[in-house]
């Protein structure tokens, strides 16, 4: 089996900054990509930013110079650095990471965090 375990999440005003983190652990061959989305209520879930095993990332103009993502392959972890925040950032936040799980697996299993709630407001 295979958890990812995310924390970090809080409440903090206009224009802070939080770091979330998210390491993964079980049954771990190798990780592929990795990302973070978030879900605010009413909303369907989103992208945020993702990362490649080669550490290239993409993100979405609406956080784009803002967050930050970064692996730390050693640790099987995945961070978000969040600056600039506003309330429009306010959700839930998940992590996601492809795994697989041993060697012989074809596919990575597609896997989620818990979340962890993020709250900008003043």
């Known amino acids: 089996q295979v958890q990812l375990v995310e924390a970090g999440g809080g409440l903090v005003q206009p224009g802070g900054s939080l770091r979330l983190s998210c390491a993964a652990s079980g049954s771990i061959f190798s990780i592929n990509a990795m990302g973070w989305y978030r879900q605010a209520p009413g909303n369907e879930r989103e992208l945020v930013a993702t990362?490649?095993?080669?550490?290239?990332?993409t993100y979405p103009d609406s956080v784009k110079g803002r967050f930050t993502i970064s692996r730390d392959n050693a640790k099987n972890t995945v961070y978000l650095q969040m600056n600039s925040l506003k309330p429009e950032d306010t959700a839930v936040y998940y992590c996601n990471a492809r795994i697989y799980s041993s060697r012989f697996a074809i596919n990575p299993g597609n896997y989620w965090g818990q979340g962890t709630q993020v709250t900008v407001s003043s």
């Open positions: 990362i490649t095993t080669s550490s290239t990332t």
